[in-house]
């Protein structure tokens, strides 16, 4: 059995650039148990990340009973880190699970059955539909549902109700690695892969702390730092990460300004010739506006304002610059930070100065975070419309009306789709009247939390939450949809390298729980959605029609799936799209021969300025004549809207740790990972420590403009002047974790009234990205008080970004 509790990244199997990553095979099986225990083991992968290891669940006597990675997977080549190995199968087969349905009656909820429940969000959404129409309606979805479940959901919300208001958490997520890719190269779609790893010479990580969040893929990195030819590694983290502790330069920036570091990087390659003016001409437009931009921005410029070395940024880029091949990847401390797709755009526009692109090892990854945030890109049960297409192409819009069978002008396309934070906003104000929230729990993931609890708190919102367990979120529903989870029910996800894998139902759900898409399918049936001839809009029996239905509407589109089918995605490995006649195994890397999907007619959108988010007119767009060629884009540094001050001294930073998935509701339900982590924490440097007199473990309250939380703290590696807190511990085990199990309903009309000290988002600012909308989780001012002495040491990882301060870090 392995331990990824202590040992989190397992034993090395170096191996040098250009060879094969080794396998290596982890699996957990329930105490006692071997692998002959086993009944029968079911294909399948891990849905607690984005890089989507190939797993097979161990089944006996007709329960989860363990897990273990498939060697024979180009993802992981049979490796699981601690969440895949504990959480994916404990945390589901947890006796809190939801089994009925539950509606609200005089103020409390109560179980009921299947047609009582879905009589109730019926009745609620017919009436609203007669008397205020489709923009009553809103969908509140995930990254962690199968696609055939986007798919359904998109259908609906598009054909059959015909609102814009539709999103996922996906916008608190990947909403700027969408963005990113569209801005630069027309169309989503990751253009490296993870083999990059294998053969690149230097390695990036910006606002990525991947050994946490994506441990296998950390392990290759690691593996390949242990071999014969390791490459460089540079990484931009305010923190002391494990990353940082093997990086040949760390730019601990401070939050919120990675714009002028980038620039300063871009100056420092053009100003050197590190890049290839003939890839440049005949694959980019706007080159010369680009180099403009950066020429203010001296090492010693962006130094200043990063709070870094001068000579740092000249050493990360010249490693950029004189390395043959470069794998680059992008997440949440650019994603949710200020100037969020200007900064991610400049990691590409690093790539297409140098040509890098589509060859083996010169990689970019603006990567997703939950396991199957990409299909809901995809699938377009976000603000995206199915297959890529564009919102501003009517052409695009008529595709999709004769593939459904529906009149176009049912499809909501007259303005822009309405982003998650702005979802909420039309529910505060009242004009948004039903709200669907699925396998998402924002009462403890969204910013400004007391706000968000008042929100859905609200008399005239009904709410309708789908999820496995009764989250902070299904406390205050109105109906609650007990759902099927992972290893229960049967569908297909794409991980953030374009692999997809099918997962397959290994054992029944407990008591009445139904999978989403049933769920989905069950809503559109009673509510008599129909094409133009009079039949039922959706006719798909089960999840593998629905795929291949999805199938259909990928055709052509950059993410084909036509030549995927769930036969062939049984035994061996994941397989990268497109996946199409041309190409029957796939394509590990896009773009190999410099042309982009950015043709007018082709592309997913028309890009906007990165400042301050207008869109680029159609006419304009034409007019520059893309056809193929790639979009250099920055915009004007401009430091993040809440700057410290007098009141508020401290930047305050949110984000991970290795042992907790978000809101915890799985890995606080595996005893093995909760013990690891137990309860929050804050962390903050050695320096402000002893300016304020705090010591490991004393009882700290932060406060911001918006709320309190109050935690232990870690005197740790974190840069000074920055305050890091986790966002994994909300309320549902009482009081920020400790008590995993404890499922207490709470008390819908007076959240505040409680306390609430301990989610992290009790602070966050509500405020977004003007292109990609996503909401800025790491830049906000606050202030830090002692409020108390501890005992003994702040309940944080030691193992990992948190570890204390000290010679070993
Ligand atoms: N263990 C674990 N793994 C996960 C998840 C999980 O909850 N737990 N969630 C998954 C999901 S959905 C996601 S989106 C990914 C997220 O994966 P990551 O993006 O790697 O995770 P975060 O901790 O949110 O943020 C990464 C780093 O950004 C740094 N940072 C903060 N502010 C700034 C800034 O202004 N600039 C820069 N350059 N860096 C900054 C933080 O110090 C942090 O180390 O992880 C996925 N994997
Ligand atoms: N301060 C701060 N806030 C953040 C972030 C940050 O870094 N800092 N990161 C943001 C990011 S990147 C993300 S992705 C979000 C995540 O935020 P959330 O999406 O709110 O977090 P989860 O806990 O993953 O919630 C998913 C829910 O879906 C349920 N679920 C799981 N599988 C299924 C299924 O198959 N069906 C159904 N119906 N339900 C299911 C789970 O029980 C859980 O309640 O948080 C965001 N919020
Ligand atoms: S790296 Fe991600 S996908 Fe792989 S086992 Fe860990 S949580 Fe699961
Ligand atoms: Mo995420």
Redesign the pocket.
Known sequence: MADRITDIWGTRTPFAGGDEWPARVDFALEAGLTEDDVDHWVQSAC?LCSNGCGCDIAVKDGLMVGIRGRSADRINKGRLGPKGLFASWQGVAHKDRLTRPLIREGGHLVETDWDTAMSRVVARSRELLVSKGPLSHGFYT?????LEEYYALAVIGKAGIGTPHMDG??R???ATAASALKETFGADGQPGAYEDIDSCDAIFLYGHNMPETQTVLWSRILDRLAGPTPPKLVCVDPRNTEAARYANVHLAVRPGTNLALMHALIREVLKNDWHDPQYVRKHAIGFDELEEAVQEWTPEAAAEVCGVNADDIREAARIFGTSNNVLSTVL?GF??SSQATASSCQVNNLHLLRGMLGRRGAGLLQMN??PT?QNNRECGADGDLPGFRNWGNQGHIEELASLWNVDPSVIPHWAPPTHAMQIFRYAEQGSINFLWV?????A????ELPRIRKILSKPDLFLVV????L?E??QLADVV?P????GE?TGTFTNASRVVHLSDKAVEPPGDARA?LDIFLDYSRRMEFSTLDGHPLLTWDGPESAFEAWKDCSRGRPCDYTGLSYAKLRGGSGIPWPCNEENPDGVTRLYTDGNFPSAPDYCENYGHDLLTGAEVEPESYRAQKPDGRAWLKTAPYHPPHEEPDDDYPFRYT???TAYH??????TARSRTLNDAAPRMWVEISVEDAGDLGISEGDIVRVSSRRGVIEAPARVSGVRPGTIF?P?HYGYWDARGGGNAGVGVEGDRTNSDGQQHTTA??EL?ITEWDPVSKQ?I??NAAVRVEKIGSGNGPAPAPTTTASRPAGPQS
Do not use: E, I
């Open positions: 849905v995930s990254g962690q549902l199968f958490n996906t608190l997520c990947t949440q994603y949710q975070g939950q945030a699925s396998a998402t729990n924002p403890v993931s969204m910013p789908q999820d496995l367990y989250t979120t299904a949809l759902a099927a989870a992972w029910k989403d949110t984000g991970r998935f978000h809101t915890r509701t799985k807190a966002f992290a988002n966050t909401p989780f790491k």
